[in-house]
């Protein structure tokens, strides 16, 4: 069984860990509605991806009264 021989001072230990933090989002504009959003994800807020319309928004779709 791995036993450290010696002990790990706070200093040397909270060094090693320094390059564990998370780093921040990296958003980017929506060419098509200016929206930020995350890179290589469809916009939340047009539903396009790559200039081209992937989800169809509610407002876009045409619902009978009958089907709801």
């Not at 098509?32 to 319309?53: M, N, Q, W």
Request: aromatic share 2%.
């Amino acid at each position: 069984m791995a036993v450290p021989q010696n002990k790990i001072s706070k200093s040397r230990r909270n060094n090693r860990r320094s390059h564990h933090a998370l780093s921040g989002a990296n958003p980017n504009e929506c060419p098509s509605c200016g929206e930020l959003k995350r890179p290589h994800h469809i916009c939340p807020s047009c539903g396009t991806y790559a200039d081209r319309e992937v989800i169809a928004q509610v407002a876009d779709v045409d619902l009978d009264d009958d089907a709801a």
